[in-house]
């Protein structure tokens, strides 16, 4: 069983920046399949930045304000969130996916911009 803890979160101004943490525990945990997505009220959870297999995505909203990074041997990953905007207020959720039917959530850390 893999359980992962967020830590980060909290409340900024526009411009401002925050670092989420998510750290995963359990033997098989890897940070090749770790990341975030986020989740607005009303508004479906969507990608933020991910490693899948490895590779390092993120949401085509990003435009560079975001940097996902690892510590393997932490089984950690880090989300930099610069130049934050108020829409970017959302509860931000670590995902670990290491096959397409096994998925993981952390229990969400949220994020509040305000204008």
């Known amino acids: 069983q893999v359980q992962l803890v967020e830590s980060g979160g909290g409340l900024v101004q526009t411009g401002g920046s925050l670092r989420l943490s998510c750290a995963a525990s359990?033997?098989?945990?890897?940070?090749?399949?770790m990341g975030w997505y986020r989740q607005a009220p009303g508004k479906r959870r969507e990608l933020v930045a991910i490693?899948?297999?490895?590779?390092?995505l993120y949401g085509d909203f990003v435009k560079g304000r975001f940097t996902l990074t690892r510590d393997d041997a932490r089984n950690t990953v880090y989300l930099q969130l610069n130049s934050l905007k108020p829409e970017d207020t959302a509860v931000y959720y670590c995902n670990y996916q290491p096959t397409h039917t096994s998925t993981y959530w952390g229990q969400g850390t949220q994020v509040t911009v305000s204008s």
């Open positions: 359990g033997s098989t945990a890897s940070v090749n399949f």
């Open positions: 490693y899948r297999n490895g590779v390092r």
